[in-house]
């Protein structure tokens, strides 16, 4: 059973027709990427599938429940963590903290045991931090935890959002051009970082990337959206000589 299914998904701003008829599925463990021009909806589907628009037309399926229209908190805790094409971090928060407030977010505790502090809310806070600080250590962040997110480099500031969005304990992980801004060396880290967190937490990965080297590389199955449309779908091999797909994004065939 796919563990995200997407039906005739639809939306639309005034008369830009955003999304049109969006299909997908996705099964566990599967790494699957998003690709197309700038505008081309690409964002705009992330935005449907986390809660943060509601569609037009369509259904959203996710474990087999269905989640249209539910809202960012209840999506998130169903298993779905994302990042976001620009970065949006609690800049004048810890590194440490940044991680503890996904993972409050995404469990969270009764208001009683916070105003009482209660046993079990302290049991919960220090739970709370080693889980963080052990998404921080498989990031490479252990070491910053203490620095304010808004003087970490960019680099960095990349990893931390993965880092949180995996403190969510997610099924389903979205990453929104992670490798934007990156340098080559750090591009080919993050490519084995991503192959790595897939096979360590049993992710499912759904990315968007403008670094075709790294798409190519890295995804078993593309999806290319121009105009808000799908006009192909296939194995990178596939994606990497379509005409329509050169034509509309490629330019050329990607080596």
Not at 133 to 151: F, H, T
Request: with cysteine; glycine share 10%.
């Amino acid at each position: 059973m796919a563990l995200l299914k997407v039906e005739d998904l639809s939306l639309s701003f005034g008369g830009l027709r955003a999304v049109s008829g969006f299909n997908l599925e996705i099964k566990p463990g599967e790494l699957v990427g998003l690709i197309g021009p700038n505008g081309a909806g690409k964002t705009t589907v992330f935005n449907i599938l986390t809660g943060f628009y509601q569609p037009q037309e369509g259904r959203v399926f996710f474990d087999g429940t269905e989640i249209t229209g539910l809202g960012c908190h209840r999506i998130n805790r169903l298993g779905i963590g994302r990042t976001f094409q620009n970065i949006r971090l609690f800049n004048e928060l810890t590194v440490l903290e940044n991680v503890k407030i996904a993972y409050q977010y995404a469990g969270g505790y009764s208001w009683r045991h916070t105003i009482f502090r209660t046993g079990s809310y302290r049991r919960y806070e220090q739970e709370i931090a080693e889980w963080a600080l052990s998404r921080l250590e498989i990031l490479d962040l252990a070491g910053k935890a203490e620095e304010i997110a808004k003087n970490l480099p960019y680099g960095e500031q990349r990893r931390l959002e993965i880092a949180r969005a995996l403190a969510g304990r997610p099924k389903l992980l979205l990453l929104d051009e992670p490798a934007a801004g990156m340098n080559p060396q750090e591009t080919m880290e993050l490519l084995e970082l991503i192959q790595w967190l897939r096979q360590e937490f049993s992710l499912t990965i759904l990315l968007i990337e403008h670094d075709m080297s790294l798409v190519m590389k890295l995804c078993e199955r593309i999806l290319v959206l121009d105009y808000g449309m799908t006009i192909a779908e296939g194995s990178p091999e596939e994606i990497r000589n379509n005409p329509r797909v050169i034509e509309a994004y490629l330019g050329e065939e990607v080596s």
